[in-house]
């Protein structure tokens, strides 16, 4: 339900945190939200719980297990035995009808070293269960980034379509009353009536988009789909700060998730050639035994007469032969070693194409942002020379309709030069593993 707005939100309307009003949210405040609601982010972060229960797990093993145990037997028929005693055969009934056995029992490993590898992998476990939960935020940052400025884009697209059908629209009465002045024709009337007709759906489809893309946000910050949201910035504003220069970028891959959790596989790898290897260490126990035992015949409750004893013991046990398991389980473990090297020598050209293309990328639509600018302040200006032309009859309604169309793709194209940077930043971002 309603729960990221606990979080501080810098730019949020204290008014209207109520279900049915309308929030606006930086890029940063529905990081926030997200980071903290995020199904996806808070499973990653059960995950590290439950592997360090894992590695508390192994580390009990080193300390003394300790049992109880109580045991009653009554024999149905005891045992008989014959012995030749001067001669003669005789019968002997052997047991007590009741037997009563309890006690306790302690073990403790002394020497296992396979034990205490054990521990280490665990720990590498736990790093692996971080950097798993570290990649869910990213790629869940990335996604909300990509959200947020769909919905800018959505909503600038809006106001464009907006506006073209403002003008359609003024264009149509302006054709009606020079048609009633006896200065237009019908046909005009009827012309400039049906492209606002056409504008229409592309209108609605525009409203459309944007309540798509605000559900797709609301899902990911975990929010209900009631609340209504608006960004705090425009495409426009976002233009100001984002022309950085690319080769100032650090293309360093030390914090990619992909080549960290690799890494970390790799090093589990070798720790578990290590404890393949100590599979032929000797193992070392002791183990304490303390037990109390009642016989009786007859009544089982009754001439109860418990008598302790116990006992301590010491275990060694020396691998010998087991049909070559140890072996072929180490050969697997090295083979895994080689593999996980090969595909990180893979990984990392890949990636390093990957951040090259992106960057390359990233300039070519920092130049087409700059076109695109320039072709909406040519397009504005031939649009508002064709409006007055139009106006004082110097120009027909084909040659203002051109233009009206050449200004909206301008702006269009503009708008989504600034969208397509600012993805394929995020995109960047997600790849050299930069934490927002």
Same mark, same amino acid.
């Given at each position: 339900?309603?729960?990221?707005?606990?979080?501080?939100?810098?730019?949020?309307?204290?008014?209207?945190?109520?279900?049915?009003?309308?929030?606006?949210? !930086?890029?940063?405040?529905?990081?926030?939200?997200?980071?903290?609601?995020?199904?996806?982010?808070?499973?990653?972060?059960?995950?590290?719980?439950?592997?360090?229960?894992?590695?508390?797990?192994? @580390?009990?093993?080193?300390?003394?297990?300790?049992?109880?145990?109580?045991?009653?037997?009554?024999? %149905?028929?005891?045992?008989?035995?014959?012995?030749?005693?001067?001669?003669?055969?005789?019968?002997?009934?052997?047991?007590?009808?009741?037997?009563?056995?309890?006690?306790?029992?302690?073990?403790?490993?002394?020497? &296992?070293?396979?034990?205490?590898?054990?521990?280490? %992998?665990?720990?590498?476990?736990?790093?692996?269960?971080?950097e798993s939960a570290r990649t869910s935020r990213l790629n869940l940052v990335n996604q909300v980034r990509?959200?947020?400025?769909?919905?800018?884009?959505?909503?600038?697209?809006?106001?464009?379509?907006?506006?073209?059908?403002?003008?359609?629209?003024?264009?149509?009465?302006?054709?009606?009353?020079?048609?009633?002045?006896?200065?237009?024709?019908?046909?005009?009337?009827?012309?400039? &009536?049906?492209?606002?007709?056409?504008?229409?759906?592309?209108?609605?489809? #525009?409203?459309?988009?944007?309540?798509?893309?605000? *559900?797709?946000? @609301?899902? *990911?910050?975990? %929010?209900?789909?009631?609340?209504?949201?608006?960004?705090?910035?425009?495409?426009?504003?976002?233009?100001?700060?984002?022309?950085?220069?690319?080769? #100032?970028?650090?293309?360093?891959?030390?914090?990619? !998730?992909?080549?960290?959790?690799?890494?970390?596989?790799?090093?589990?790898?070798?720790?578990?050639?290590?404890?393949?290897?100590? #599979?032929?260490?000797?193992? =070392?126990?002791? &183990?304490?035994?303390?037990?109390?035992?009642? =016989?009786?015949?007859?009544?089982?409750?009754?001439?109860?007469?418990?008598?302790?004893? !116990?006992?301590?013991?010491?275990?060694?046990?020396?691998?010998?032969?087991?049909?070559?398991?140890? /072996?072929?389980?180490?050969?697997?473990?090295?083979?895994?070693?080689?593999?996980?090297?090969?595909?990180?020598?893979?990984?990392?050209?890949? *990636?390093?194409?990957?951040?090259?293309?992106?960057?390359?990328? %990233?300039?070519?639509?920092?130049?087409?942002?700059?076109?695109?600018?320039?072709?909406?302040?040519?397009?504005?200006? #031939?649009?508002?020379?064709?409006?007055?032309?139009?106006?004082?009859?110097? $120009?027909?309604?084909?040659?203002?309709?051109?233009?009206? *169309? $050449?200004?909206?793709?301008?702006?269009?194209? /503009?708008?989504?030069?600034?969208?397509? /940077?600012?993805?394929?930043?995020?995109?960047?971002?997600?790849?050299?593993?930069?934490?927002?």
């Amino acid at each position: 339900m309603f729960t990221g707005l606990c979080v501080p939100m810098r730019a949020a309307d204290d008014s209207a945190t109520a279900e049915g009003r309308t929030l606006r949210l !930086s890029l940063r405040d529905c990081l926030d939200i997200a980071l903290q609601d995020n199904p996806t982010v808070r499973i990653a972060d059960m995950e590290v719980t439950r592997t360090d229960y894992s590695k508390r797990e192994t @580390l009990a093993a080193l300390f003394p297990t300790i049992d109880f145990s109580g045991a009653y037997q009554r024999s %149905i028929e005891l045992q008989t035995i014959r012995m030749n005693m001067g001669g003669q055969s005789q019968s002997i009934k052997m047991g007590s009808d009741n037997s009563w056995n309890f006690g306790f029992s302690a073990s403790m490993p002394l020497v &296992s070293a396979q034990l205490w590898k054990s521990i280490k %992998i665990s720990d590498t476990q736990i790093l692996a269960s971080l950097e798993s939960a570290r990649t869910s935020r990213l790629n869940l940052v990335n996604q909300v980034r990509q959200a947020y400025y769909g919905l800018m884009l959505a909503l600038a697209s809006r106001q464009v379509i907006k506006q073209n059908y403002d003008v359609a629209l003024f264009n149509a009465e302006l054709f009606e009353k020079k048609f009633q002045a006896g200065t237009a024709s019908e046909y005009d009337v009827l012309r400039s &009536s049906v492209q606002v007709k056409n504008v229409e759906p592309e209108l609605l489809q #525009a409203d459309i988009a944007v309540r798509q893309c605000k *559900l797709q946000l @609301l899902v *990911l910050m975990g %929010i209900d789909n009631r609340v209504d949201i608006e960004p705090t910035v425009t495409l426009e504003d976002m233009r100001a700060d984002m022309m950085v220069k690319t080769s #100032a970028v650090d293309r360093s891959l030390a914090d990619n !998730s992909s080549l960290r959790s690799l890494d970390l596989q790799a090093r589990m790898a070798a720790q578990t050639v290590a404890l393949r290897k100590l #599979a032929w260490v000797p193992t =070392l126990g002791v &183990s304490y035994n303390l037990n109390w035992m009642s =016989l009786s015949n007859g009544n089982a409750l009754r001439n109860l007469q418990f008598n302790p004893y !116990s006992n301590v013991a010491l275990a060694l046990q020396i691998p010998i032969f087991s049909g070559g398991s140890r /072996y072929y389980a180490l050969r697997q473990a090295q083979v895994q070693t080689k593999q996980l090297a090969l595909q990180r020598e893979n990984l990392i050209n890949t *990636l390093d194409m990957q951040v090259e293309l992106a960057l390359d990328n %990233i300039d070519r639509q920092a130049r087409q942002i700059d076109t695109s600018a320039e072709g909406v302040r040519q397009a504005a200006k #031939a649009h508002d020379i064709m409006q007055k032309s139009f106006e004082i009859g110097a $120009a027909t309604y084909l040659d203002l309709r051109d233009s009206e *169309l $050449a200004n909206t793709t301008a702006q269009l194209v /503009y708008y989504q030069a600034i969208h397509t /940077y600012l993805v394929s930043t995020a995109e960047l971002d997600l790849l050299l593993g930069k934490e927002q």
